[in-house]
């Protein structure tokens, strides 16, 4: 995907200076005052390889590379590698690339928890020696009735009790392979009355004869995720270990390892995790929705993910100055999705070059100009930056307009073109509507007439009289055909994750958030766009260039419609305070 230079600038540093503060940096800077960690900010960002990186996964980004950045810190990625059952190298490369694309810069610090298997091995076999892990030969439907309950106290099983030895001889003899999956796991010894479950002899190794993308079959036994992450953190010496609030039942086994093994200890934040309004940010939904085929794929342009987004034409700054806004927390909430629109709106505003695009054309004759004539009027490419200039769009005697544009029977208040009324025409001349054809069997209007009144071109009439609606328009023979896909939300209802009983969350699928329209005129100086280029369709809204679109058979997505609902959100907000 090609990038502009915008799209290259650094995550977060610039945005730091005076930003309002929030939990996670008010503990760093208590950490900085007592120098606790020598000073050091060292964060990290964790993602599973098993699915493609969403706009939740971002707000992580942004606040991992964040925070580090303003203190002069660093972040590492680091793959949590430890489910080689769902992780493939697809992910891996796809989640490089979002991050990058985001502004993450982790330099050479790119490291994966499968480099740590041999040093978690170790750990565990030094946590046996010290009678602290034991194997156990429960099967997995025992261990849960053996874990009790948030009102049960546990029990213990009946091989906690195994000698150091049998331990040790068991363990390593899971890890030659002797034994199938699921026959057996490794557990800490640490408490099965705890009232945190997780503190119930939780699994630190399990048995699975599995290929991982990296070790390949070196490995048949894996460790949990929860034997893996913190550890991970400890060797990389990770200050600030930033996750989301669903770990923090975790936070006092991880901190039990670091004990236990006298390692770094990494100090664990939680915040809240982001859910968006019409939107669903678990990947093995997402999932779901790729292989049922409900969707074109990771980067459909409807997903919440991050090549879906960038697809459909958000940019990173956009996204940024999301996240940026709407903070952290300490209680999970819903964030309207009218809010991410309006920060891709506002970032896209400044930037995105005018065009004139007609997507539902209606073919308009204007009578009184002179056939084969044609000239060209000067429209202004930006009126949000100046030193974006003008271009010359042609305008000759048949033109597209919209159809929506035009009513045979306007209602009140639709001023528009109908017969008899008069409208500007985008950069200059008014036009008049003189008679309308009607296709014979449908009745319905396929084309129209007009008249222009040739001392308007300059947009204004020479004795002052008005009209009261100015509309977008193409030359017929100058125009270029395209596609342009128009999306809707994904999900019908604001919580997708809302089903009848019996039911999946597919049942909350829009049928409706693709519209493809195989007809629409472009002026021609798109003739030229680039995969990534991203337009202000005049009155339409914004829209990019697609990955589908070729030079002569352009394909353009609708980035976001132009009506801004957050804006008149706060808007009303603002006065009523
Ligand atoms: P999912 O439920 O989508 O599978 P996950 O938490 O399992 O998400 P990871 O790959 O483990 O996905 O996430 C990597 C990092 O991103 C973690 O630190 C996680 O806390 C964070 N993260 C994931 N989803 C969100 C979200 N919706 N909001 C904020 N942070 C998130
Ligand atoms: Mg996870």
């Not at 928890?113 to 156990?136: C, M, N, P, T």
Request: hydrophobic share 35%; net charge negative; with cysteine.
């Amino acid at each position: 995907m090609s990038t502009s230079t915008r799209d290259e600038e650094p995550a977060t540093s610039a945005e730091s200076p005076g930003r309002p503060s929030n939990f996670v940096r008010d503990i760093i800077l208590d950490d900085l005052k007592t120098n606790k960690y020598t000073g050091r900010v060292h964060t990290r960002f964790p993602p599973e390889p098993n699915g493609y990186l969403h706009i939740g996964h971002a707000k992580s980004i942004c606040l991992n590379f964040g925070l580090a950045a303003e203190f002069g810190g660093k972040t590492n990625l680091r793959f949590d590698d430890t489910n080689p059952e769902k992780e493939e190298q697809e992910y891996v490369d796809s989640i490089i690339t979002d991050a990058r694309w985001l502004g993450a810069n982790w330099e050479d610090r790119m490291f994966y928890a499968s480099d740590y298997f041999d040093q978690l091995h170790a750990w565990a076999v030094q946590l046996i020696k010290a009678g602290k892990a034991y194997v156990d030969d429960l099967g997995a439907e025992e261990v849960r009735k053996y874990r009790g309950s948030l009102t049960e106290p546990g029990v213990e099983s009946p091989y906690r009790n195994r000698s150091v030895e049998e331990n040790l001889d068991l363990f390593e003899r899971m890890r030659q392979g002797e034994f199938p999956d699921g026959s057996r796991i490794l557990r800490a010894k640490i408490d099965m009355e705890s009232p945190n479950l997780n503190l119930r002899d939780p699994v630190m190794y399990r048995i699975l004869h599995a290929s991982h993308h990296r070790t390949g079959d070196k490995w048949c036994i894996y460790p949990m995720y929860d034997f893996a992450h913190g550890q991970s953190d400890s060797l990389e010496q990770i200050t600030h270990s930033i996750c989301t609030l669903e770990f923090e039942d975790h936070r006092p086994l991880y901190n039990w390892f670091i004990q236990q093994l006298g390692i770094f200890p990494s100090q664990q934040i939680e915040f809240d995790r982001l859910n968006l309004t019409y939107t669903l940010l678990s990947k093995r939904k997402l999932l779901q929705l790729v292989q049922e085929g409900r969707v074109r794929g990771w980067d459909d342009p409807r997903m919440p993910t991050i090549s879906g987004i960038r697809r459909r034409g958000y940019t990173p700054q956009a996204i940024r100055n999301f996240c940026a806004a709407i903070g952290v927390s300490k209680t999970n909430g819903i964030i309207d999705l009218a809010m991410l629109e309006h920060f891709v709106r506002e970032d896209l505003n400044k930037q995105a070059p005018r065009a004139m695009v007609v997507l539902r054309p209606l073919r308009v004759v204007i009578d009184n100009y002179p056939e084969g004539q044609v000239e060209e009027l000067e429209v202004v490419n930006n009126p949000e930056d100046a030193s974006a200039g003008t271009r010359r769009v042609p305008f000759a005697r048949v033109l597209y307009i919209e159809q929506d544009d035009f009513r045979l029977d306007p209602p009140k208040k639709f001023f528009r073109l109908s017969p008899g009324h008069e409208v500007r025409l985008r950069g200059g001349y008014f036009i008049t509507c003189t008679n309308v054809v009607k296709d014979e069997r449908t009745g319905e209007v396929v084309g129209v007439h007009c008249t222009y009144d040739p001392a308007t071109r300059s947009g204004n009439a020479p004795d002052n009289r008005k009209v009261k609606a100015t509309i977008h328009w193409v030359s017929a023979q100058h125009a270029i055909d395209a596609e342009v896909r128009i999306y809707e939300n994904l999900f019908t209802n604001e919580d997708p994750g809302q089903v009848p009983e019996g039911q999946d969350f597919t049942v909350n699928l829009n049928p409706n958030s693709l519209e493809i329209l195989t007809n629409a005129k472009l002026e021609p100086s798109l003739a030229t766009a680039k995969l990534g280029d991203r337009y202000q369709f005049e009155r339409l809204g914004y829209f990019c260039a697609d990955l589908d679109s070729k030079p002569g058979a352009l394909v353009f997505n609708r980035t976001v419609p132009l009506r801004d609902t957050w804006a008149k959100i706060e808007k009303r907000q603002q006065e009523s305070r």
